[in-house]
T-cell receptor
Framework: AQSVTQLGSHVSVSEGALVLLRCNYSSSVPPYLFWYVQYPNQGLQLLLKYTTGATLVKGINGFEAEFKKSETSFHLTKPSAHMSDAAEYFCAVSSSPNYGQNFVFGPGTRLSVLP | GAGVSQSPRYKVAKRGQDVALRCDPISGHVSLFWYQQALGQGPEFLTYFQNEAQLDKSGLPSDRFFAERPEGSVSTLKIQRTQQEDSAVYLC????????????????FGAGSRLTVL
């Protein structure tokens, strides 16, 4: 069975500061890993994904994440936070190339950006 | 359409009422998924269609939940005799489901239908 842990249900950073949102997973097979962002009253939008190949993955809006197999982690970072980054962030893991059928989402981390 | 469209966006039901939630996936997307997102939680898988075939319904919480996609495009999630614990946002997602699962099978989510059962 797969599972996802996101450390910190709420993270606050100052505008311009580093954003670090943590994600750890468990999977018995090589995982496909994803970060999604959810703005209020909207659906989930894909930020980035890891499937195979390069372990440092760059996504939209300046976000990136690094797959570390030895640490079973896929932490999300952004060098400089912007007010528009305030949202809920979900990490997800899947074992299947069909992805959605086997998606397991973490509980989410709410990011607040302070002026 | 350009995105996944869900309706209604908001639904308030009295306990015991039946509700129907609609999902219009992106045109041509083969796969369609329903998720339930309780307040403060991540989405949880309910059911999966490939065209009109419901291939996985293991996530449906009870036999009060029923989903269909009769023509392989629009899907409806029906909840009979709603209970307070059914209150959640119901998300629909679709994907192109290219052969080989190359990594292009990115899910596109709708904005969700927020159900409140009083």
């Amino acid at each position: 069975a797969q599972s996802v842990t996101q450390l910190g249900s709420h993270v606050s950073v100052s505008e311009g500061a580093l954003v670090l949102l943590r994600c750890n997973y468990s999977s018995s097979v090589p995982p496909y890993l994803f970060w999604y962002v959810q703005y209020p009253n909207q659906g989930l939008q894909l930020l980035l994904k890891y499937t195979t190949g390069a372990t440092l993955v760059k996504g939209i809006n300046g976000f990136e994440a690094e797959f570390k197999k030895s640490e079973t982690s896929f932490h999300l970072t952004k060098p400089s936070a912007h007010m528009s980054d305030a949202a809920e962030y979900f990490c997800a893991v899947s074992s299947s190339p069909n992805y959605g059928q086997n998606f397991v989402f973490g509980p989410g981390t709410r990011l607040s950006v302070l002026p | 359409g350009a995105g996944v469209s869900q309706s209604p966006r908001y639904k308030v039901a009295k306990r015991g009422q039946d509700v129907a939630l609609r999902c219009d996936p992106i045109s041509g997307h083969v796969s369609l998924f329903w998720y339930q997102q309780a307040l403060g939680q991540g989405p949880e898988f309910l059911t999966y269609f490939q065209n009109e075939a419901q291939l996985d319904k293991s996530g449906l919480p009870s036999d009060r939940f029923f989903a269909e996609r009769p023509e392989g495009s629009v899907s409806t999630l029906k909840i009979q005799r709603t209970q307070q614990e059914d209150s959640a946002v119901y998300l629909c997602a679709s994907s192109l489901d290219l052969a080989g699962g190359s990594g292009a099978n990115v899910l596109t989510f709708g904005a969700g239908s927020r159900l409140t059962v009083l």
